[in-house]
């Protein structure tokens, strides 16, 4: 039912973890839909807005994982801009596709990280 | 790589003296026992024969069984037939909140035709007050409807409680034994049935078979197929053959083995639910702590997601299964979960394992050490643990959600 590429970022997944100083963070789901992906991203300032450093933790299934799993992977190193133009459809395509029923259940992750870059923003803004 | 099936409540193998009984009636014995010829009377014989084997392993008569495709046909035709054969005398059906979807969705298909419907609630552990049953009777009533075993939580219900109360009121009682029979035993006049489901393919027979008991004088008849005459009106189209004699052969060995099989079930399962209740935090057992199946164990754990979990066992080789939404296929857990009470949070992190003839205690030390590093790997990526503040503010998917 799942690619290999979904299985490949389920068994080893990719920056996973916490950043104890990160710059934004995003959350989005809850425990009670069986889906919660959170995203901490560091931001480099110096020549344009750099994500330097993501890292994810996630609860949910395994096409929750894995499109967290690659979407740090997409965007670690890309500025801000390059991460926005990231969808969901992005995430699942990069993983040669999801099944139908986990498109919109399990497909949060690049929600995550828009969520974690705005938060990103508003601190800043708020400066 | 090792290899473990734990999850005989979805099927079983089919055993080889079912699988070579039945082979004789593929390749060799192939008439069709309706016909009047040799090759039809040579068929039909083994087909009654079998019939005394299945209406033997639940103390029937054999003109009470009616072979079917299997245990959702069975619920189907049981339910069906009985209202359909009594609205003249009334439009009330009692369930359960546990029930199988073969009955659960057929009552509420019913329902949307016009028949009242009380599904009834169940406690902590799943199981029905057999006094709610006495309570919810009403002079409409036509029909009850509880299973013995719950597939998902294993609790045994009352069913011998249950059926005194509908015998008072002189109402048909359906139990859907399929995940009973061949575990506990499952005695018509006992438990007390007017009509009883049982399958084969969760008792060493193939998938496609089998059975509906129908007591002598109830008043139900066939109402979904229509076609030939096959088992006296009682399911029209041809038997399935090779079926019913793999059904007939693997109902012998069920009630030959019982003792010894449910003895051996029990042990597996008392040492899996100890093991993993002392190795593993943040568990709950799913069911009733007693009075369930033999060979079930099932379990929550917390803060982790069910499908990832049997994606992981997967990869160590391990079978199991699990009522999370992932696994469900819809977005809601599993109905039976949420009827005991367990939180929607909780439900996703569902695991059953159902342990048949061929598991070891080996099978279960491979078991819990696998599931010790899976919790452990992923409650290590997962944001949420005891302290976690669920609230549904941030959740963008809040309009599939009724939590």
Known sequence: MYTEKVMDHFENPRNVGELSNADGIGQVGNPTCGDIMKIFIKVDGDGGERISDIKFKTFGCGAAIATSSMVTELVKGKTIDEALSISNKTVAEALDGLPPQKMHCSNLAADALHTAIKDYKDKKYAE | ?403
């Open chain 2, 1 to 403: 790589m090792r290899r473990v099936y734990l999850d005989h409540s979805a099927t079983t193998p089919v055993c080889p003296e079912v699988a070579e009984e039945m082979y004789k009636y593929i390749t060799g014995n192939y008439g069709n026992p309706t016909s009047v010829h040799y090759y039809g009377r040579q068929v039909r014989n083994a087909v009654e024969e079998a019939r005394e084997k299945v209406a033997a392993s639940i103390g029937a008569n054999a003109k009470e069984i009616v072979f079917t495709s299997g245990g959702t046909e069975s619920d189907n035709m049981a339910v069906h037939g009985i209202v359909y054969t009594n609205k003249n005398k009334g439009n009330h059906i009692i369930t359960s909140a546990v029930e199988h979807h073969a009955v659960l969705n057929m009552v509420q298909a019913l329902e949307k035709e016009g028949f009242d419907i009380t599904v009834l609630p169940v406690d902590q552990y799943g199981m029905v007050n057999p006094e709610d049953v006495r309570n919810a009777i009403t002079g409409n009533t036509i029909l009850v409807s509880i299973m013995h075993a719950n597939n998902e939580i294993g609790t045994i219900q009352p069913v011998e409680e249950i059926s005194k109360i509908t015998r008072e009121h002189g109402i048909p009682f359906h139990i859907d034994a399929v995940q009973s029979f061949g575990k506990i035993p499952v005695n018509v006049d006992d438990l007390g049935a007017d009509l009883l489901t049982i399958s084969g393919h969760k008792v060493y027979a193939p998938k496609g078979i089998g059975a509906l008991y129908v007591r002598k004088g109830t008043r139900w008849k066939q109402t979904l197929f229509h076609g030939g005459a096959q088992e006296r009106l009682r399911r029209a189209g041809t038997e399935n053959v090779p079926g019913i004699i793999a059904m007939g052969k693997a109902c012998e060995l069920a009630v030959a083995d019982l003792q010894e099989e449910s003895d051996h079930l029990r042990k597996l399962r008392d040492a899996v639910i100890e093991k993993v209740l002392n190795k593993i935090e943040h568990v709950r057992l799913t069911g009733h702590p007693a009075e369930r199946i033999p060979g079930h164990a099932s379990f929550c754990f917390e803060f982790i997601e069910g499908e990832s979990m049997l994606l992981s066992l997967d990869m160590k080789g391990i079978a199991a299964s699990s009522g999370s939404a992932c696994t469900s296929g819809s977005l809601e857990p599993s109905h039976v979960l949420l009827a005991t009470g367990i939180p929607h949070e909780v439900a996703h992190g569902s695991i059953r394992t159902s342990f048949g003839k061929d598991n070891t205690l080996d099978d279960v030390e491979y078991f819990v050490e696998t599931m010790q590093s899976i919790v452990e790997r992923l409650r290590s990526m997962s944001p949420i643990d005891q302290d976690f503040d669920s609230t549904c503010a941030s959740c963008k998917e809040g309009k599939s959600c009724h939590a």
